[in-house]
């Protein structure tokens, strides 16, 4: 078997902000192997999950500093997962095997022995090359949330009364359809390229006043600015959901993609699951919900929220009163989107089923 060249994640200093990602000891998962070899499909967060009790702490167990958590090293499939428990906390380390029927292990420190006294090689820092197509495995499942990344989701009203808007369409078409034309006013001097294609689908309750946080918009699809002026003229190049006169358009923003990196906020949050994706009430694992606290409450991308399902009330007989059971933990979610009063985030565990108005706290 060849040698393999012998590739480390290497942790800066210890941990500066244990203040702020938690300062509890990390607990290992039962059973945590002593390695894994990451594969394609898997996600930091399954990864730290065969590790860590609260997969959620990754940063830590990786000795990331606050720097590091905003870029975190990469990882790619054929990777081998080091847990080293030598010191007073576990750490998660990356080698390969090295020597000859790679019976070898190195993490890259450049001394001491290996598993069975065997001895590692040591090695000088080496050029790393990975063919282009090789892709690093992200922190949560891309293809859950990438269709949120760009797309208009939060409106205000201003907003709704400024945007460009259809007036006309296509022989005077009820709804548009692929490659069909829309005419729009409203639209900037200086427009062009493709534009998104929304509607105001509802407003954001509070919880408690139910009063409106702010208006989700519902994603229609896209089109192309073909011919400028008053009114300008569109095509359609997608559609989601059926698009007429008096929907809106803004500018379509390239995907941002952003490799999150799991971490509480920095401040203390007390809010509720105001909306779940698509309108459904109950959800679970992978769906994307809507949260009543963004910017202004301190949420930053990648921020991990504890879910609790809000207790029933029930009735005591004997008291004749009303009683609310407590809350209940049900799972985590990770914040991968933030307005000024809302976000969105995608469940990342759910043991039993969440629902609008269940509670979301610092885990």
Do not use: C
């Amino acid at each position: 078997m060849r040698n393999l060249i012998t590739r480390v994640l290497s942790a800066a200093a210890a941990l500066t902000v244990a203040g702020v990602i938690g300062a509890q000891p990390l607990e290992l998962a039962p059973n945590a192997p002593d390695r894994y070899v990451v594969v394609k499909g898997d996600t930091l967060w399954d990864i730290s999950g065969r590790f860590l009790s609260k997969p959620w702490r990754w940063p830590e167990i990786w000795e990331l500093n606050r720097a590091e958590i905003r870029n975190p090293h990469l990882i790619y499939p054929g990777d081998i997962v080091l847990l080293d428990r030598s010191g007073a906390q576990p750490r998660l380390r990356l080698g390969r095997l090295v020597g000859s029927g790679g019976s070898h292990l190195s993490d890259g420190s450049g001394a001491g022995a290996g598993a069975g006294g065997r001895q590692v090689e040591r090695l000088q820092p080496r050029v790393r090359v990975s063919e282009l197509d090789r892709a690093p495995v992200p922190t949560i499942p891309s293809t859950e949330i990438e269709a949120f990344l760009n797309r208009p989701l939060i409106v205000d009203e201003g907003q709704l009364a400024t945007d460009p808007r259809i007036v006309a369409t296509q022989d005077g078409r009820v709804y548009l359809g692929r490659g069909d034309v829309a005419y729009a006013r409203n639209m900037p001097v200086d427009s062009a390229g493709e534009w998104h294609i929304y509607r105001q689908a509802k407003p954001l309750l509070d919880p408690d006043t139910r009063r409106p946080i702010a208006h989700e918009a519902l994603f229609l699809g896209t089109a192309r600015l073909e011919r400028g002026g008053d009114p300008a003229t569109l095509r359609v190049l997608a559609m989601n959901e059926e698009i007429g006169v008096g929907d809106r358009l803004m500018p379509a923003e390239a995907p941002t993609i952003t490799n999150f990196v799991p971490r509480p906020p920095e401040t203390d949050v007390a809010a509720r699951i105001v909306a779940v994706y698509r309108g459904v009430t109950q959800v679970g694992r992978n769906s994307v919900v809507a949260v009543n606290a963004g910017a202004e409450q301190g949420l930053e991308q990648g921020n991990v929220l504890a879910i609790q399902q809000r207790g029933r009330v029930v009735v005591d007989r004997e008291a004749k009163e009303k009683v609310r059971l407590p809350d209940e933990a049900v799972g985590y979610l990770l914040v991968f989107r933030v307005f000024d009063k809302i976000s969105y985030g995608l469940v990342m565990e759910a043991s039993q089923s969440i629902s609008v108005g269940d509670a979301v706290t610092n885990p």
